[in-house]
């Protein structure tokens, strides 16, 4: 809905008393009114939610009315840009005014608790581009520049377990935050992998290729392979698979028993990494021209510390005919004083 002079002065009254049921069914009418479809399918939407609202929880009408709702929602074409710190005071009020992603905030001047931030691990923030503003009961409100991803945001709550309610902002605000909170540094994603390994370039796996031994693990190779076990362990995942095939390495995690793929590796640092994880594992493998010698499967297991908590990491290299196939078991031990 383009900008109307007295629909501004309605949201503007709204906002200053979000409470005020009133104000919200006089703007339905008057919506209504305009004859728009959009406008008509909002006006059902503000009325619908007023009636939910006096609704019991265990009503046997509430189910009916929310499918509705759900399907006005996807009618609406009217966007509400707002500060966050209004969105986030008075939400579930504004919610029966608009559904989530008709939300557009600014984050600017908004500061968000500590407490909601440590709710979303860093890498998840910068490679969804997306961050938490408030959290309500099990409910994290998060801003994202497309908050009609269902994909993206189905991944999210399955790997925040959390149920998610997203609201779009700018790339630039939600980038800009972002580094205010976390730092300006090029922290390295499994997925973005090739920005710091740029120079290694992107290696087809293809039978005359020769896996090369790593002389040595350079600074690039450990951060990744610190990354990928340090991710694992914010997202509370309990094994890694680093599995080799013709096109590259893919990377799983196994979250609350379902395995969740992160983008390929290219084939060219399977061996570096190998070497690191056989390396801190004392794991020895050795290499032969374009081969890995050894026994077909090897077992080990090393120790860390993450954030306080102690776990065990047992390590599984199998020499398959692509490469080595990787498997970190994740077990946490204990919490330390």
């Known amino acids: ?26 703007f339905a009418d008057w919506l209504e ?28 009408e509430r189910p009916k009315l929310e499918r509705q709702r759900t399907e006005l929602a996807a009618q609406l074409r009217a966007t509400l840009s707002i500060p966050a710190s209004v969105f986030v005071a008075s939400s579930g009020l504004l ?37 938490p503003i408030s959290l309500e009961g099990y409910t994290l409100t998060i801003t994202t520049a497309d908050p009609n991803d269902y994909d993206t945001i189905q991944k999210l709550q399955f790997i925040l377990n959390k149920d998610i309610i997203a609201v779009g902002a ?9 580094i205010f909170y976390c730092g300006d540094h090029e922290y390295e994603y ?28 350079n600074a690039a190779v450990i951060h990744l ?25 893919g990377v799983s ?41 050894g026994p077909d499967i090897v077992n080990a ?3 860390l510390t993450v954030h306080g908590i102690n776990y065990i990491i047992r390590t599984s290299i199998e020499i398959t005919e692509f490469g080595p196939r990787i498997t970190l078991d994740i077990s946490r031990q204990s919490v330390t004083a």
Request: charged residues 25%; hydrophobic residues 45%; aromatic residues 6%.
């Open 190 to 217: 499994v997925d973005s992998v090739l920005v710091e390994f740029g120079g290694v370039g992107l290696v087809e796996r293809s039978e005359s290729l020769a896996l090369e031994p790593p002389a040595s693990t």
């Open 253 to 293: 995690y196994r979250i609350r028993d379902e395995w969740v793929p992160r983008d390929e590796l290219p084939f060219r640092l399977l061996t570096g990494v190998a070497g690191r994880i056989a390396l801190i594992s004392r794991i020895s493998l050795r290499f032969e021209g374009p081969d890995i010698v």
């Open 33 to 60: 009114e305009q004859g728009d479809p959009s406008n008509v399918a909002w006006a059902h939407f503000i009325r619908l939610n007023a009636e939910i609202a006096k609704c019991p929880a265990n009503s046997y």
């Open 225 to 249: 392979v610190n990354l990928i076990i340090q991710e694992a362990i914010n997202l509370r995942a309990d094994c890694i698979l680093l599995a080799p095939s013709s096109s590259g390495v």
């Open 95 to 131: 919610l029966e005014l608009l559904p989530s992603h008709r939300f557009r905030v600014t984050l600017a001047g908004f500061e968000i608790p500590r407490a909601i931030l440590e709710y979303m691990p860093e890498s998840v923030a910068r490679e969804n581009l997306v961050l």
């Open 301 to 303: 297991a090393f120790q």
């Open 170 to 178: 700018e790339r630039e605000d939600i980038r800009d935050a972002i």
């Open 1 to 26: 809905m383009s900008s109307h002079p007295d629909a501004d002065a309605f949201v503007c009254a709204i906002l200053r008393n979000p409470a005020e049921v009133t104000t919200r069914l006089i």
